[in-house]
């Protein structure tokens, strides 16, 4: 039976409760057809309202001047995870104009081209990770295999050296806990601590020359003014934040979604649809589930009032579920062709800089584990990130008939 409005306006899509098993899909799609502007009240007390419906998430996300990043930052509690004084100074808590100007630095590193030059450093690390399990015959691809390739793509993009990857892996764990936390600033001290081993990297890498992100970094300028230290490092942060987690949450929830539904033996006989399965992954996954923004005036959404200062809160992974995106959304298939989603976000200035990288991890990953582990099945249940913004798993149990390592 179709649920009222008015059983809607009681739900809350923010309740943990509801994400035990991943996003909740049949929650967002009540949502989307009876009460695509949801009210609700954020640990802070004030008022916000979730947008559900793929027309309200992108005209959200391409309308910065109404709806800021700066001004409240992208969670709801304004001090989530860092300080929000402290946060502004990081791109994805830039508005335009100022963030345009930051943005063109980062752009001019993730260009397509250096980006398709890292394809063989991407195959070496994965093919070294899966080398680490092949023999094995089990593993835990959430924690073997998912969080060790981006990791290290991430490190050598940064210049950091092999030894230092445990440690950087440790900070984006915290950074990820204090996101979930009901604890303000939770990763201040862990910000603390990666200024000043960053600061050391500068040094270094500046001192050592040749080609790096902070040599570029270093050498860029905005508004005709070279970057401070402070600046580089909040690039770097950004990054670790941005470009980790993301990434490691989509191969390992992808990988599951191929096992559930069947779906591993299609590309492990059919690598050439890789790269469009890696689209439907990421619509399916969607693994940002939502970012807030603030109003900077009195608008609406939908007909519904929003008062300056009340945050949006703008559901990507419901969005990349819209049936105006895609014919018969709840279907996953690897098969679908140019499967449409929001898992980069909305289109907005904001949209995910990291995406053609992020792109290249995981169509090299699903090209490779089929192929080298092809008859891969679960081995126990998996385990979600009690979390209501990341869809992550912190275990997924496989097996498989063990193989060689390539050397
Ligand atoms: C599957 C992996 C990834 C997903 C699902 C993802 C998702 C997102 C989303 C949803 C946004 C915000 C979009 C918006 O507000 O409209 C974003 C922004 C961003 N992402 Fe990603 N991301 C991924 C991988 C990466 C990687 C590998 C990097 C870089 C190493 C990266 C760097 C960034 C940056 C720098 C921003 C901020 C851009 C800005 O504020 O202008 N991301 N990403």
Redesign the pocket.
Known sequence: MPATSDDLTAVDPMDRSLHEQGPPHELFARLRGGCPVHPGTGPDGHRFWSVTRDEDVTAV?KDPATFS?HRGG?FLHPDQVAPLDFLRQV??F?DPPE?RNY?RI?ASV?TPKAIAAMEDTVRAVVTDVIDGVVERGRADLARDIAVPV?LRV?AG?LGIPDDDVDQLDDWTHQIERAQQSDEPAGATAVFGEMVGYLHQQIERQMAAGGDTLVTRLSGAEVDGQRLAPEEILTFFG??VF???D??R??IATGTLALLAHDQWSTLRDRPEIVPQAVEEI?RWT???KY?ARTATCDTEIEGQPIAEGEKVV?W?SSASRDGDLNEDPDRFDVTREKPQH??????????????Q??RL??RVLFEELPRRLPDLALDGDPVYLDSNWAHALTSLPVRFSPGPRTA
Do not use: D, M, Q, W
Not at 342 to 355: D, Q
């Open positions: 996300s990043n992208i791109l994805l830039k963030h943005r980062l993730f981006p991430l993009l950004l990054l941005a470009g980790n993301t990434t949450n989509t990421l969607s693994v940002v970012f703008t990507f929001r898992a980069f976000g909305g289109g907005g200035p904001h949209a995910c800089l990291g995406n990288l992020a991890e995981l």
